[in-house]
């Protein structure tokens, strides 16, 4: 089964000259016609038609396309939305003859599509997410106390020398006291490094050595002077 000229939207286009001038599409010799019959983007496809009957054609479609290749429509995860005159709920649409949930509204990557397709409705659904999302923080920030600030404490004179003095101390201490743990690791170090060489001291001259092969290639060397 293949689409008809029917299927789908027409949409029509230039390519020449600017965008947003309107009155250029009224120009047919000019312009051009395409047929489109789906969205895609990522791992998500979008079907465009104008009447129920085009939906379950495509649906059928896209549906025997998947199933030559082992995969399958997810029911749980394809709606449809419908734009009618006058308002009134759409004909189902199936797909191995389960229906496919209709919805007054999409919602993908955080943006909303209405019917009517107006931003009025997305804009109040933002406002209303944003609300959720910040109002808790809102609650937290004035409920809790708030910490006094620099220009607070410098209103009083006495208060600003204490807090100033205290705070140098505090950092001279932190300065001093790793500095001393900086020294004693150090000579941690050296009192380490000075008992591993005192085990390879050299019996003839005393000389301390590295290392067990240092020492040995050492000694080796009185054995050659002696002869």
Known sequence: MSPTPTDGILIQY???GSIFNLRRIQTHTKTRTQQILDLQYMDECALLDHTPE????AVKLVSSLYQS?????NTQKTEIIAQLTPASPPPPTFTDNVPLKVVPHFTYLGA???PTCSLDDEIHTRVNRASISFGPVYFRTTT????????????????WRSTCASGVQQLEDSITQRRCERSTKRHQQAAWTLLSN?????????RVCGSRISLESHM???RRQER
């Open 14 to 16: 230039r390519l020449d």
């Open 54 to 57: 085009s939906m379950q054609r």
């Open 69 to 73: 290749v082992g995969l399958k429509i």
């Open 112 to 114: 909303s599509l209405f």
């Open 144 to 159: 809790s106390r708030p910490a006094p600030s620099l220009e607070t404490l410098a209103m009083d004179r006495s208060t």
């Open 198 to 206: 005192s085990q390879h001291t050299c019996p003839s001259c005393n």
């Open 220 to 222: 080796k060397w009185h």
